[in-house]
């Protein structure tokens, strides 16, 4: 049975709900009909993945969505002020909202999106934070804000585009419109595409996997993939060599070598 892992997250009502079976977490983004981002999604969200990060028996993560409507249709536009001074939308909602998204960008756990309709906008952006994801064979993924007469304010200019390149970043975000699964896949936007009602099954059942991994080696390994966007290589390559200097220092390492020469499964769940 599935445990919620603090009495903050199973408060009914609340817009982040999470619980833990296996060593995996699922964070759910409950804000019904569309789970739309707001400000108290948010705050809730980055509130979860500070208790998922101490909690040691988590070793991987899905973010998926309430419902089977959307993962999320994006901001709640109610929150857009008109004629904002200088400075106020980074105060009011884009600094904190990009401090958070960022913490799951950078999470130390690996991270898998279960995708069940819309993820338009700011939910799109979250999703991209993960590592990995899964998307069902209906869903349509869309950067519509140039509809509004913004741009994403996310991290989705950055996170997309390192995801599908500049061009066709840049057809997304410049026309706003949806894309399918099948092109989100062709792309490199998406890892997966499954049947409809699949996605939470399968991203479970990939985190399920990841779990077993071992736990240093994989926020290591993630670590250096994220830091090979971000310098050049030499440097990239360096930092290489130190992760792995750690890495084959650790009692994983041990474990999966001696189960290697032994004709055995490694067992990493006590190192």
């Known amino acids: 049975m599935e445990q919620f892992i603090t009495e903050v997250a199973s408060v009914p009502g609340r817009p982040v709900q999470c619980a ?3 060593g995996v977490a699922t964070i759910m983004l409950h804000n019904p009909p569309l789970n739309v981002v707001t400000r108290p999604l948010v705050l809730a969200l980055g509130e979860t993945l500070d208790a998922l990060e ?33 400075g106020e939308i980074i105060s009011g909602k884009l600094g904190r909202q990009n401090e958070i998204f960022s913490r799951l960008d950078a999470f130390p756990k690996p991270t898998v999106a279960a995708i069940s309709g819309l993820a338009f906008g700011g939910g799109l952006e979250i999703a991209v934070c993960c590592d990995i994801l899964v998307v069902e064979e209906r869903t349509r993924l869309a950067l519509p804000e140039i509809k509004l007469g913004v741009f994403p304010g996310s991290a989705g200019t950055i996170r997309v585009t390192r995801r599908i390149g500049e061009g066709r970043a840049k057809e997304m975000m410049f026309l706003g419109d949806p894309i399918d699964a099948q092109t989100a896949l062709a792309w490199g936007l998406v890892n997966r595409v499954v049947p409809n009602g699949e996605s939470l099954e399968t991203a479970r059942a ?18 250096i993939i994220d830091l090979s966007l971000e310098m050049p290589q030499e440097d990239a390559i360096q930092r290489s060599m130190q992760a792995s200097d750690v890495v084959f220092r650790s009692a994983e390492k041990r474990e999966g070598v001696a189960a290697f020469l032994g004709k055995r499964r490694a067992d990493f769940s006590k190192t």
């Open 20 to 22: 833990v079976q296996g």
């Open 54 to 86: 101490r909690d040691e028996a988590v070793r991987a993560v899905v973010v998926t969505g309430s419902g089977d409507r959307a993962f999320s249709a994006g901001s709640d536009i109610t929150e857009f002020s008109h004629n904002l001074e200088p």
């Open 206 to 223: 990939i985190a399920a996997t990841l779990a077993e991994r071992p736990r240093l080696a994989l926020e290591h390994c993630k670590r």
